[in-house]
């Protein structure tokens, strides 16, 4: 696999004449969504006051125009930016995951099945919407790993009917394989109920998660300290999380930056980073030629596919049975 300094030679050796073509895109771009914004906005309110004057409408009403005006408002600009996103992610996102690793497949309308992301169990309760993009599968010295910008929501309804949508999920999706079959299920989750309510309230409200498995004490004070472990199996839960292997999650998720869940089940583990938005979206209203920019996309894909050194997956610690 490349490194980061390798990636980002190619990034501007390669690809920088692309992204100056695509430069001038945006440019065009961000002007067209201004102009067009400007004048539906104009249109909107136009319309509400005339409506207004002739109905009388209260402010539940004006609450529901303003969710159609959002809504129609990001269908419009999604259109706006479709094709200058197919063309930066075919020309700039699949050559620097070819040139990552040219055993790697990408599909930018695909997403990790929402199968796998309910097999994980890495967040309880069911999921109404499943959307995402940016799909890269393959194998790499023997680990077989997918992984995807996933966005996972759930729906609710209040007493009138009126629907709106939560997200359970949003951020890179790993799953990856772990070289060997668990009996059980083991869950490590960020640990938000000691760092809320303290070590013994913490510790008491986590011990009864009537949702979860059961709670696995572990002897590292730092990886406690920062997740919560919860299986079906305690001893294989111990046998999987090995001090070296906690250190190695520790350090994989101060480099992330974000928060990271992680599941051991069946012959798979699997890795939710949660970043709140798509990764490998184009910017429309920055510079694509802004180093910052260019390296965030540079290091997302080497940390999604470093996993497999990060975490030791390709050493044969384990055999599966």
């Known amino acids: 696999m490349k490194s980061v300094s390798e990636l980002t030679d190619f990034y501007y050796k390669v690809l920088y004449p692309t992204l100056g073509k695509l430069e001038k895109?945006?440019?065009h771009l961000r002007y067209r969504i201004f102009l067009i914004g400007f004048a539906y906005t104009f249109v909107f309110i136009f319309t509400v006051l005339a409506l207004q004057n002739a109905f009388l409408f209260g402010l539940d009403f004006f609450a529901f125009l303003f969710v159609v005006y959002l809504g129609i408002g990001t269908f419009i600009y999604k259109l706006l930016i479709k094709d200058y996103t197919h063309a930066f992610k075919?020309?700039?996102?699949?050559?620097?995951?070819?040139?990552?690793?040219?055993?790697?497949s990408y599909v930018h309308l695909f997403h990790v099945s929402q199968h796998l992301f309910e097999r994980s169990e890495l967040f309880v309760g069911r999921i109404d919407r499943m959307s995402g993009n940016d799909f890269v599968h393959g194998e790499i010295e023997g680990v077989k790993?997918?992984?995807?910008?996933?966005?996972?929501?759930?729906?609710?309804?209040?007493?009138?009917?009126?629907e709106t949508w939560s997200t359970v999920f949003h951020g890179l999706f790993i799953v990856a394989d772990f070289n060997k079959t668990f009996h059980g299920k083991t869950i490590v989750?960020?640990?938000?109920?000691?760092?809320?309510?303290?070590?013994?309230?913490?510790t008491w409200l986590q011990s009864n998660n009537i949702v979860r498995d059961m709670?696995?004490?572990?002897?590292?004070?730092?990886?406690?300290?920062k997740f919560v472990v919860y299986g079906s199996d305690q001893i294989e839960a111990?046998?999987?999380l090995s001090h070296s292997l906690m250190q190695r999650i520790l350090a994989f998720e101060k480099k992330t930056k974000h928060p990271v869940y992680i599941s051991f089940v069946g012959h798979a583990i699997h890795?939710?980073?949660?970043?709140?938005?798509?990764?490998?979206e184009p910017t429309v209203f920055s510079s694509l030629l802004d180093y910052n920019t260019a390296m965030e996309y540079v290091q997302t894909l080497h940390l999604a596919i470093g996993i497999i050194e990060e975490l030791k997956l390709n050493q044969k610690l384990w055999s599966k049975r």
């Open 90 to 104: 075919d020309a700039i996102i699949h050559p620097l995951i070819t040139e990552l690793d040219n055993r790697l």
């Open 271 to 280: 890795i939710a980073i949660e970043y709140n938005r798509d990764l490998f």
């Open 215 to 225: 709670l696995v004490k572990l002897d590292d004070i730092e990886f406690e300290k």
């Open 189 to 202: 989750l960020q640990d938000t109920a000691q760092k809320t309510f303290g070590n013994v309230i913490g």
């Open 238 to 240: 111990r046998y999987i």
């Open 145 to 162: 790993i997918e992984f995807s910008d996933l966005h996972a929501e759930k729906r609710h309804k209040d007493s009138k009917g009126r």
């Open 25 to 27: 895109e945006r440019k």
